[in-house]
C-alpha cells in the first residue's frame, strides 16, 4: 500500500496546538515516516493508528509558552524544552486519549523510557530519522529505510546513535534515556 505525502494541514492537529509552521511540517514527515512503515510491517490497523495519533501529538505543544508547558506538565523545575512532551501527552489526556501506549510515546519522546511499548519506540525512531533533518543525512535514511525490515535493531541502532549524536554535541543525558540503552543493548 502505497502513502501519499499529506500536508501539515491535512493531520487534523488538536485546537489546543501551539505549533509553528516548521513544526507542523516536521510532524507531517514524522507521521508519513510511521504511517510507512506501519504499512511495510503490515501491523494491526489498531496499532497503526495510535502510531499515528503519537505522532501527531508529539510537537503539538512545541511552541507553546513556558507557563503553558508548565501548566499542562505540572513541572516547575525542569528545563523548558523537555516538556512539551509531557504537556502534550496530559493535554490529550483531558482529550479523552486513554491508551497508555500513546500517552507514554508522547510523554517520553525526548529522552526516551525503557518500558515503552512499539509505539513509543517507533515515535522515537521516526522523530530522529524524519528525512528533514539536516544532519546524519546518509546514516538517518538508511535506518528508516531499515526499520519495518529490523524494527528492533533499527531501534537499538538509533538510540545508540542519539546517544552518541547528543553526547558529541555536548548534550546532557536524562536518567530515562540512560535506562532506555541499558534496556536495549
Known sequence: MKHKKKHARELGFPAW??????RREHVARVVELLERWAS????PK???????VAGLL??????AP?????????DKKSAAELLHGPAAAVRAGVDGERRKDVLDAVRFHTVG???WARTGRALF???FLEPGRKFLVSERAFLAQQAPRDFDGTFREVVR???????????ELFPETVALWHAVR
Do not use: N
Not at 40 to 43: F, P, V
Not at 46 to 52: D, G, I, K
Not at 67 to 74: C, D, E, N, T, Y
Open 58 to 63: 508529539h510537537d503539538a505543544l512545541r511552541d
Open 66 to 74: 513556558d507557563a503553558v508547558l508548565r501548566k499542562w506538565s505540572g
Open 46 to 52: 489498531a496499532e497503526a493508528e495510535r502510531w499515528r
Open 113 to 115: 523510557c525503557a518500558t
Open 40 to 43: 511495510a510491517m503490515r501491523i
Open 17 to 22: 496546538t501551539r505549533a509553528s509552521d516548521k
Open 161 to 171: 546513535l542519539r546517544l552518541t549524536w547528543s553526547l558529541g554535541q555536548g548534550g
Open 125 to 127: 525512531m521516526a522523530d
